[in-house]
């Protein structure tokens, strides 16, 4: 079955440089949500989306921002990068179905770098 | 205090063994309950919704209590294949979406 497709899947950038981070849902999943996972942390709600609109918003940053595309794609914006950023950065989708309503499932994640 | 709680172990167990792993939740209005597997390094996997009347899937057994906000997970006839981290998720609802709330993990390893 389609996983949750996370690009790129490794990044390096240096401080006060920006990234941009991509998801792919499951298709037909209409449901975004952002994790941020720090080294031996659990992961952190970042944001979420609901065709296309932000649905709710968690410890994301101002530097940061996010949106949702009319294909249900997903992009996370980060600028002004601090070393304090790199992490492993989740994407989640679930989709609005009876009992699997609140059921996310997560892609590999994008882990990156700041120097 | 988190809003989730977990006995971060380890748990070293022999293959073979029965391992259970508690969780408390604070916020009486959470929804919906999770445990997740997470191997090093890679995503939180779904490996059972908690419903209210308990579940089994194989050697996983998923208990909620909802009156003592707690959950717990019992692993029956342990392999080796089962060390992880295991995440107890809690859903947050607010304005008709949720959010996942994930406990700090507890970390077991299977041994020969």
């Known amino acids: 079955a389609a996983g949750v497709i996370q690009s790129p899947r490794h990044l390096i950038k240096e401080k006060r440089e920006t990234a941009t981070l991509k998801c792919y849902p499951i298709?037909?999943?209409?449901?975004v949500y952002w994790y941020q996972q720090g080294p031996g942390q659990d992961p952190q709600f970042l944001i979420s989306f609901y065709e296309k609109m932000q649905s709710d918003k968690g410890s994301i940053p101002d530097r940061f921002s996010a949106q949702q595309f009319s294909d249900y794609h997903s992009e996370l914006n980060m600028s002004s990068l601090e070393l304090g950023d790199s992490a492993l950065y989740f994407c989640?989708?679930?989709?609005?179905?009876?009992?699997?309503?609140?059921?996310?499932?997560f892609g590999p994640g994008t882990r990156l770098t700041v120097t | 205090r988190k809003e989730v709680e977990q006995d971060p172990g380890p748990f070293n167990v022999p293959e073979g063994a029965t391992v259970a792993f508690n969780c408390t939740y604070s916020n009486s209005a959470s929804q919906s309950f999770f445990w997740y597997r997470q191997d090093c390094r890679k995503e939180p996997k779904l490996l059972m919704s908690v419903y209210s009347s308990g579940n089994e899937d194989g050697r996983f057994t998923a208990q909620l209590n909802r009156a003592s906000q707690y959950i717990s997970l019992l692993i029956r006839d342990s392999k080796l294949s089962d060390s992880a981290t295991y995440l107890c998720?809690?859903?947050?609802?607010?304005?008709?979406?949720?959010?996942?709330?994930f406990g700090a993990g507890t970390r077991l390893a299977v041994h020969p």
């Open positions: 989640a989708s679930s989709t609005k179905d009876g009992l699997r309503t609140y059921e996310q499932y």
């Open positions: 998720v809690v859903s947050s609802f607010s304005g008709g979406y949720n959010k996942l709330i």
């Open positions: 298709p037909r999943h209409d449901t």
